[in-house]
């Protein structure tokens, strides 16, 4: 009878289900910041460092760049370890979900208020587990733009929108496009400062 019951069940219903899973899964993973856990353990709040932000980029400069490297790998499992999971069980739709969700669990966390960082390390993870070709022209865009300008920021902002062009050219599902450009809008937005501080006054 149990094996009737799990038949009858409709596919679009186990399709919303395995997604809700990815999405509690993804921010559940994104929402747990390894920045500001290291800044506590070690006594300092980085909202009262560099920028504020709780991320790799404010642990180098509050600990050094050997923090930074860790909590860059770190972040970056966090986007990536989601996915992973989704697509070896056959779900690589809930995949996209839960990467996405994780990226909205950094930069929203919960623990730390809702002010989380701004999701660059963590994005990269979760495109390199969706499409890992994507990864080598956002990060030659983001270090020619680092090597131009100086500026993290802007180079963020410039790898996230060369994610555009390279999933309309590469991609094995129009669900990976729309995943793409989902990342893009996101970490435009978180950098609305950078750009702003980018343009120069008239």
């Given amino acids: 009878m149990t094996a009737g019951l799990l038949v009858s069940v409709p596919p679009v219903l186990v399709g919303i289900a395995v ?13 747990v910041n390894p920045a500001s856990i290291i800044a506590r353990i070690r006594h300092t709040d ?3 460092v560099g920028s504020g932000n709780p991320g790799a980029t404010n642990a180098a400069r509050a600990f050094g760049w050997q923090v930074g490297v860790l909590v860059a790998v770190l972040d970056i499992l966090k986007g990536f370890l989601p996915v992973l999971a989704f697509n070896l069980l056959g779900a690589p ?10 990226i909205l669990g950094h930069v929203t966390s919960p623990w730390l208020r809702g002010r989380g960082g701004k999701g660059v390390a963590t994005s990269l993870g979760a495109i390199l587990a969706v499409q890992p070709l994507w990864a080598v022209p956002v990060l030659v865009v983001f270090l020619a733009v680092v090597l131009v300008t100086h500026r993290i920021g802007l180079a963020s902002v410039s790898g996230a929108l060369m994610l555009v062009p390279a999933s309309i050219l590469i991609h094995d599902r129009p669900a990976e496009v729309l995943f793409a450009n989902a990342i ?7 950098h609305r400062r950078n750009i702003v501080e980018a343009v120069p006054p008239h």
Avoid: K
């Fill in 184 to 190: 893009a809008a996101l970490v435009v937005v978180r």
């Fill in 93 to 102: 739709v809930a995949g996209m979900v839960a990467g996405f969700a994780a």
């Fill in 46 to 48: 980085l909202r009262t």
């Fill in 19 to 31: 997604g809700a899973l990815a999405a509690v899964v993804g921010y559940g993973t994104g929402s």
